[in-house]
């Protein structure tokens, strides 16, 4: 299967997973909590991430899958194909608000992101990107992302993260305003598509970054952790993704 194709079919599996989720949307589906009491989980986040496992072992028995709802236990190494998933993007979203959530496959080759797809399963936004060849929302192609001095960007921060960090405050107080969506991978494909011009957060897991890092390279923009070193896609890190010259401009005072 040629790399197209593999496009091709990554994209019809995100999207009968947005079906499914709508489907399930209508029934009343179990909620558990992980980590702490607002780390949030349903049943629908597992079983789509199975469904990808179910697939992915069947049509692709040499490819790996690397998702938050289990299966990324045994990736210790990105040798060869694999997918990072995150089944739901924005589960506390999800449950509270029934929008604003999205679907994400990052599909990496030796480490280095191949394809990207990110759907807003509400809104009906499919972003998808495949190296060197662009990236795209509902197949019309982005743009290289422009130019923009710091006093006109909005920024995309981890709220809790500003109150702690004055050089974040310093920043919130030179732009030209300030968002947070609460889902990763809808806050990266933003800032692909000029929506956003930064993005900036702390603790993220790879499934929440692989897609919207993939979609960022072929608009030209810039993925690194806070303190500007290259993301491992292995382990939880920072993050701090923006438009070039607007990575530059925070870069600078965050030194
Ligand atoms: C979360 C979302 C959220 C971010 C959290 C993530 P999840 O992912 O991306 O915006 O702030 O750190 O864990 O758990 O909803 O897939
Ligand atoms: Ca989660
Ligand atoms: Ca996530
Ligand atoms: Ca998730």
Redesign the pocket.
């Given at each position: 299967m040629n790399i197209h194709e593999l496009k091709d079919t990554a994209v019809r599996y995100v999207e009968e997973a947005g079906i499914y989720i709508k489907e399930e949307m209508k029934k009343s589906y179990h909620i558990d909590t992980?980590a702490n009491k607002n780390?949030?989980?349903t049943d629908v986040?597992k079983n789509v991430e199975l469904l990808f496992k179910e697939k992915i072992e069947h049509d692709f028995p040499e490819h790996r899958l690397m998702g938050?709802?289990g299966s990324f236990e045994d990736i210790k190494d990105l040798d060869g194909i694999v997918w990072i998933l995150?089944p739901?993007?924005g589960?506390?979203n999800f449950v509270h608000m029934s929008t604003n959530f999205a679907v994400s496959v990052g599909i990496f080759e030796n480490g280095k992101p191949l394809i990207g797809i990110i759907l807003d399963v509400m809104n009906g936004e499919l972003f998808v990107s495949l190296t060197g060849e662009g990236a795209y929302l509902n197949d019309k192609k982005l743009p290289l992302l422009e130019e923009k001095p710091l006093d006109e960007a909005i920024v995309s921060f981890n709220t809790g993260w500003v109150l702690k960090d004055e050089k974040l405050q310093h920043i919130v107080k030179q732009v030209r305003g300030t968002r947070s969506f609460g889902s990763a991978a809808l806050e990266l494909a933003y800032v692909a598509a000029g929506r956003l011009d930064a993005y900036i957060s702390m603790n993220l897991?790879p499934w929440d970054v692989a897609g919207g890092y993939a979609l960022l390279q072929e608009v030209g923009g810039i993925a690194t952790n806070y303190e500007g070193n290259k993301l491992s896609f292995l382990d939880k890190d920072t993050l701090f993704a923006a438009n070039p010259y607007i990575y530059r401009e925070i870069d600078a005072q965050l030194k």
């Open positions: 992980k780390d949030l989980v986040d938050e709802e995150d739901i993007d589960t506390m897991a």
